[in-house]
T-cell receptor, first 114, second 115 residues
């Protein structure tokens, strides 16, 4: 069965500092990988997705993620964090074999210090 | 165009009451998903429709949960005889059909509190 692990429940970074949020997945076939962001009281917004090809993918709001098959990881990065990035971030995995439904990690709450 | 909308945004129910949660997907989106998000957790899959056909309901936690999409557009998630453990945010998402998972567009969710 597919599963996603986000080992960090909370992360606090200073504004302007770099950010990396970790995501590890378990999946028996070629995974489709996603990062979503959720602000309080809001739905989930897609930041970026990986299906195939270049393992470094660019997303919205200056985020990027790198797919590493050997490590079963899909970590999210941003070189310089803004206060408006404070939110909860979810990694998700999907695939045709599972009817296109998504399996989400438990999320990482990002706090930004000014 | 408009995104995915859900109503009501908040629902308080007494234990044992029935509730109905509505989802209006993006026009033209064939696929529709329901997820349950408990406090402090990531969303968990409940059920999936392609047009009016419910192709996967493996995530529904009990037979008290029922979902429908009779005309292939609006969907309703019904919970009968609500229990306190049903308290959660219920998220609806829609996407275009395709051979691989397309981006799922999420609504704002309905926060259900069962007293």
């Amino acid at each position: 069965a597919q599963s996603v692990t986000q080992p960090d429940i909370h992360i606090t970074v200073s504004e302007g500092a770099s950010l990396e949020l970790r995501c590890n997945y378990s999946y028996g076939a070629t995974p489709y990988l996603f990062w979503y962001v959720q602000s309080p009281g809001q739905g989930l917004q897609l930041l970026l997705k990986y299906f195939s090809g270049d393992t470094l993918v660019q997303g919205i709001k200056g985020f990027e993620a790198e797919f590493k098959r050997s490590q079963s990881s899909f970590n999210l990065r941003k070189p310089s964090v803004h206060w408006s990035d404070a939110a909860e971030y979810f990694c998700a995995v999907g695939g045709r074999e599972y009817g296109n439904k998504l399996v989400f990690g438990a999320g990482t709450i990002l706090r930004v210090k000014s | 165009g408009a995104g995915v909308s859900q109503s009501p945004r908040y629902k308080v129910a007494k234990r044992g009451q029935d509730v109905a949660l509505r989802c209006d997907p993006i026009s033209g989106h064939v696929s529709l998903f329901w997820y349950q998000q408990a406090l402090g957790q990531g969303p968990e899959f409940l059920t999936y429709f392609q047009n009016e056909a419910q192709l996967d309901k493996s995530g529904l936690p009990s037979d008290r949960f029922f979902a429908e999409r009779p005309e292939g557009s609006v969907s309703t998630l019904k919970i009968q005889r609500t229990q306190q453990e049903d308290s959660a945010v219920y998220l609806c998402a829609s996407s275009l059909a395709g051979l691989r998972p397309n981006e799922q567009f999420f609504g704002p969710g309905t926060r259900l509190t069962v007293l």
